[in-house]
């Protein structure tokens, strides 16, 4: 696959703190490339994954470039920190870009999606889907009012898939967004805003969803909704099965049990959506291990292998 040409001025862009995600990261990319991208994928690394010497290697091997995020981290309170990804709060501050889309990288990318980045996007807002909030799992840590019928999706226009609009009367929980995808202008007074509300607003101790949970205060009613289509949550395949249109999705998330986990899986609604990662990820296999390059198909071994299930 030759190296297209990228647009410098936006990015896609993902965070990494450890190896463990970086299989799916691989795949991320490599959907991107495959639907024609213009735009280049630079994933954000922690001070600990720069420290990773063979890490950084398999990423320049890949060809992904990366961006080194200082740790972001809330105040502690009572001497305790809500310890999360709140590093995904960097790309505010990437001033040097005019546009930036967040993905997350257990998600892939079934559709060309560089709409995104010409989408009309009011100043001082953040454009994201909607929190999936029907909680089929029944996981008992979930709060109370996440229950179908005040899910977001359960609004949407059901044959169009259009979003729920969000008004002040409409339910809690049409107010909170996944940020598994989010579309943010670089801004350093909302960079600033946001890192303010990390350290002093009273709900951040307890909030079990970190950047998503902060990002949904932040931009209360400065949010635009986007499409379930832009990120297809996968448990949404069975309790949003009158919504969701597989030939609509364009970004499928793998939330919960990631696909990378197991090469076995079921053929139900949501687990068959894994064999889709699957076949992304053997032609990112192939790649890697019949290349002339010797490294990159040690770094293969020692870099991709260890956290990919092998059976």
């Excluded at 990228?6 to 691989?26: E, H, M, Q, V």
């Excluded at 990378?260 to 990662?277: A, M």
């Amino acid at each position: 696959m030759a190296a297209p040409q990228y647009d410098p001025s936006k990015i896609w862009s993902t965070l990494l703190t450890n190896r463990g995600y970086f299989g799916g990261a691989l795949v991320l990319n490599h959907t991107l490339r495959k639907t024609g991208s213009k735009y280049q994928l630079k994933i954000m690394v922690t001070r600990d994954v720069e420290a990773d010497t063979e890490f950084m290697e398999a990423f320049a091997a890949a060809g992904i470039p990366t961006i080194v995020v200082d740790k972001i981290e809330p105040a502690p309170r009572d001497g305790k920190v809500n310890k999360g990804t709140w590093e995904k709060l960097a790309p505010w501050g990437m001033t040097e870009y005019e546009r930036i889309v967040l993905l997350d990288s257990d998600q892939i990318i079934r559709q060309n999606i560089d709409d995104m980045m010409t989408m009309d996007l009011p100043d001082g807002y953040v454009a994201a889907s909607h929190a999936c909030t029907c909680n089929p799992k029944k996981l008992a840590h979930y709060p109370k009012d996440w229950v179908p019928e005040n899910c977001a999706f359960s609004a949407a226009n059901q044959a169009t898939g259009e979003p729920a609009a969000i008004t002040e009367d409409c339910p809690r929980n049409h107010h909170l967004l996944n940020s598994g995808t989010v579309i943010l202008r670089p801004s350093k007074k909302e960079y600033d805003e946001l890192i303010h509300a990390m350290n002093t607003h009273p709900d951040v101790p307890n909030m079990i969803f970190f950047d998503q949970d902060l990002l949904a205060i932040v931009y209360r009613g400065k949010w635009k909704p986007l499409p379930y289509t832009y990120n297809a949550l996968k448990p949404m395949r069975s309790c949003h099965a009158g919504l969701w249109k597989d030939d609509d999705v364009k970004i499928l998330h793998y939330i919960l049990a990631k696909p990378w986990k197991s090469r076995t899986y079921g053929d139900d609604l949501i687990e068959s959506t894994h064999r889709l990662w699957w076949d992304e990820y053997a032609e990112v296999e192939r790649e890697w291990t019949t290349s002339e390059e010797e490294n990159k198909r040690r770094l293969w071994k020692s870099v991709v292998v260890p956290v990919v299930a092998q059976e």
